[in-house]
Nanobody, 127 residues
Framework: QLQLVESGGGLVQPGGSLRLSCAAS????????MGWFRQAPGKERERVST????????NYTDSVKGRFTISRDDAQSTVYLQMNNLKPEDTAIYYC????????????????????WGLGTQVTVAS
């Protein structure tokens, strides 16, 4: 059974940092492109960052470029999202998601391309 479990969320002051982790089980992570998405109250779920299997190639939404870094450790079956200089507008539930691509530099960008989702971890940025 494919499963994703997010962790690392919490309450942080503006300008602070958090590192989110997404632990994968039930499948071989190295064949799956991975994405981080977020959903704030009253808003649609939006893409934050994605990473391919080969390369890897990464992609970031404009609002997090230069502040967030996505990475993957296939040996540990874990994907990370390092978030620095956090802002109140980053407050949301953060979800990781997986899409099978094989060994590919393709980076899925659309939410509906992803087939497996975690339950999310809450990130709150407030003073």
């Amino acid at each position: 059974q494919l499963q994703l479990v997010e962790s690392g969320g919490g309450l942080v002051q503006p300008g602070g940092s958090l590192r989110l982790s997404c632990a994968a089980s039930g499948f071989t992570l190295r064949y799956y492109a991975m994405g981080w998405f977020r959903q704030a109250p009253g808003k649609e779920r939006e893409r934050v960052s994605t990473i391919s299997t080969y390369g890897p190639i990464t992609n970031y939404t404009d609002s997090v470029k230069g502040r967030f870094t996505i990475s993957r450790d296939d040996a540990q079956s874990t994907v990370y999202l390092q978030m620095n200089n956090l802002k109140p507008e980053d407050t949301a539930i953060y979800y990781c998601a997986a899409k099978y691509t094989g060994s590919s530099a393709y980076v899925p960008l659309e939410r509906n391309e992803y087939t497996t989702w975690g339950l999310g971890t809450q990130v709150t940025v407030a003073s």
